[in-house]
């Protein structure tokens, strides 16, 4: 019988019912890990890993043919180096966390837009000062760096928000989604961020998107630009962003992920000047929303795999995402 | 010749401009005067009073006809008391409020479904923790209590970010905003609570609806419930909130509103169990939209009132808004 390892703790029963049925029905059948961890002496038995599996985990299993990966951002699993053999496919589960992530982005935009940390601090102090100056979502100008799910997701709720336009800027050319109002490539980004107010960076973790926000885009920001980023800290010069933001040179920016992760206890990002920083909260399996869709998504590539179709969230390993 | 005393603060030189020209049209002439304070030795020039003039100097303005309040909740404003004759027209700036209030019940209610104030402080503790099971507007079920300019604005966008039922409670049945799913009167309001996620709450403060919310009415509401205050603190039983919340009883509130403001040193609303506390700034003129609009507002009725025409905004006092 040809096996499926389930490598997910989130799994409720409705879950595994949903997975075994599907499975069943493709001829497969599922066992369950806990979330990170493969055991190298059962490996050898899957012909599918779907879940969150450790890359040194993979290794072992000699006749895996596809990895679906429980969430989105892969960088970790682009190398040959961590497969048994160089043909097996690497699915992601882009489409599971446009809510999740685009509601993050919707709350730290606000938050930095009307100085909430700054409130949050004098009601620990329990003092009661009203005075001072906020913007809004609405009327702004908000340039969208990455427009795959999360972007766009964020990018319609940033239009019924009432944002004046939103920019998207992808790798092509391409059709975009109606939710913006102008599309551009990326080697037309240095004309767009002058006229940025809220930069949202939504990219893949690639060797194309490595600092692409630069010491010198950086520069090419309105000093009264916010940079929101979700995508992969190292798309950021984070020195460079940590410069512009203890000098004013920047408004402020809601960071999601950095580098490294888990930040160390000494690191200067702590203490940077109008920073909100979250530990990498945006995504993951804390929204039910995301859960239902992550099984979903698998089950419709289980699908197709096992018809010989295309699958649907397949990874160009050489590109990144 | 007619006069017009403008007691605030935040006009732009573009805001005077448009004020006095409006006001020229009109056969009118504007005096300046800083917000809070209209100097008693000169308050019977008035026949007008625009902005924030403290109750207490209204009194002193014995030729005055129209006093129109630069903001929505009147409630200090109501009674005969305060006027130097009961014939005195009362306005507010319903309208202005709706983009900025309505943006930071959309960021407390992310913050609390998201657990944000539990992520903020393992941040200022340098520490790295993911874990935390979160809620999103979308797919919930939210009711609006108070369907106002700010409480329609806040239903629109709940919409767009995908809520599954948004509930509107008002005094009077009339025909709703079709931001709502569903229209209620405040007598069916006992049946609506125990289906709500989201309790939003935008009323203004007037002897109905004080302590709205009551005990019994909290304990009407799910275990995994939030409410949402930014329209007057008296609408709640204070104390009955505190208790649930600190028991567990309610999943969390987001109070803009408190009683009393400023909210004094040794008050056990600081300390009350998830509870997200801002002092009173969801409204303000801390949007240059708001700026914007209030002055619009303004001249829209002094063309109302020269022409002989009812005021748009004006205030029923026996009701109170």
């Not at 319609?156 to 975009?176: F, M, S």
């Not at 490539?185 to 600092?211: F, Q």
């Not at 692409?212 to 000093?223: F, Q, W």
């Amino acid at each position: 019988m040809r096996k499926i390892a389930a490598v997910e703790s989130f799994f409720s029963p409705e879950h595994r019912e949903t997975i075994e049925k599907t499975a069943a029905e493709c001829g497969f059948t599922v066992d369950y890990f806990s979330d990170g961890h493969l055991p190298a002496d059962q490996a050898a038995d899957y012909e599918i890993i779907y879940g969150l599996c450790s890359p040194k985990d993979i290794k072992a299993a000699v006749n895996l043919r596809w990895l679906c990966c429980s969430f989105a951002g892969v960088d970790a699993y682009t190398s040959d180096d961590i497969y048994p053999h160089p043909d097996v496919l690497l699915s992601n589960s882009s489409g599971a966390y446009g809510v999740t992530i685009s509601e993050h982005i919707i709350m730290v935009t606000l938050m930095l837009l009307r100085q909430m940390p700054v409130f949050e601090q004098i009601v620990r102090e329990r003092g009661w000062e009203k005075g001072l100056p906020m913007r809004s979502i609405c009327g702004s100008s908000i340039t969208v760096l990455g427009t795959g799910d999360i972007g766009t997701n964020f990018a319609r709720r940033a239009k019924a928000l009432g944002a004046k336009v939103v920019r998207g800027v992808r790798r092509t050319k391409k059709a975009g989604d109606p939710a913006y109002d102008e599309m551009y490539t990326l080697d037309e980004l240095d004309s767009v961020l002058p006229k940025t107010e809220i930069l949202v960076m939504a990219l893949p973790g690639t060797k194309e998107t490595a600092h692409i926000l630069s010491r010198e885009r950086i520069a090419l920001l309105p000093r009264d630009a916010y940079v929101v980023n979700v995508g992969r800290g190292t798309a950021i010069d984070q020195e460079a962003l940590m410069e512009a933001l203890n000098a004013d040179r920047l408004a402020g920016a809601a960071l999601d992920v950095c580098v490294p992760e888990p930040l160390p206890k000494d690191h200067p990002l702590w203490d940077t000047k109008n920073l909100l920083l979250t530990p990498h909260i945006s995504g993951n399996m804390s929204l039910g929303i995301t859960r239902d869709l992550d099984v979903e998504l698998f089950c419709e590539d289980l699908r197709n795999y096992a018809a010989g179709r295309k699958l649907k969230r397949l990874v160009d390993r050489a590109v990144g995402y």
